[in-house]
């Protein structure tokens, strides 16, 4: 049977490969140009870092402060803080593709695109690293990360819903 700890890092890497397949699906999207495509992807980008950023924030987070201090810990609210100004960005992107240009984008809104995407990118390995620390906590910690994460997937608010309402940092 898998350790508590191991049964989290095996989530926690599945949720941030969902997470870079739909990065890297989406700087193709932005170079075929195909701007529906671009907003379904951004869509699925929202819903899935959403209960995901959640549970980080108001469960490992704290968890691991004092692993990490509370310096690092700022840190990662802010990287958190970029990727939902990103997505926010690529939404705003994807819907004035598709009004005013008939469903294409153009070359500059592309390149823009992929820079906004390849933003998110170092974030996303970096937090996929926390596991290393998380697979030290007292057992009880886990599972109340666990249990964060069902509560947060029960609400399945999108990120930038999330951002809106939820969330005390404002972005
Ligand atoms: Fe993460």
Redesign the pocket.
């Known amino acids: 049977m898998l350790s508590i700890a191991h049964h989290f890092t095996e989530t926690?890497h599945a949720?941030?490969r969902e997470?870079r397949d739909l990065l890297l699906a989406l700087i193709d999207a932005f170079t075929g140009g195909d701007a529906a495509q671009v907003r379904k992807l951004v869509e699925a980008l929202s819903a899935a870092i959403g209960p995901?950023?959640r549970y980080?924030e108001e469960a490992m987070y704290p968890g691991l402060k004092p692993v990490f201090g509370a310096h690092y810990m700022d840190k990662l609210l802010s990287d958190h803080d970029d990727t939902i100004r990103n997505i926010r960005e690529l939404a705003e992107l994807a819907e004035t593709a598709e009004v005013d240009t008939l469903g294409t984008i153009g070359e500059n809104q592309a390149a823009w695109g992929i820079a906004l995407v390849r933003e998110i990118l170092p974030?996303?390995s970096d937090?996929?690293g926390?596991s290393l620390m998380v697979e030290t906590l007292p057992e009880d910690d886990v599972v109340h990360i666990l249990a964060t994460r069902e509560v947060a997937r029960e609400i399945n608010a999108d990120v930038l819903t999330w951002a809106g309402t939820l969330r005390a940092r404002r972005v």
């Open positions: 926690f949720e941030h997470v995901h950023f980080e974030h996303l937090c996929d926390l």
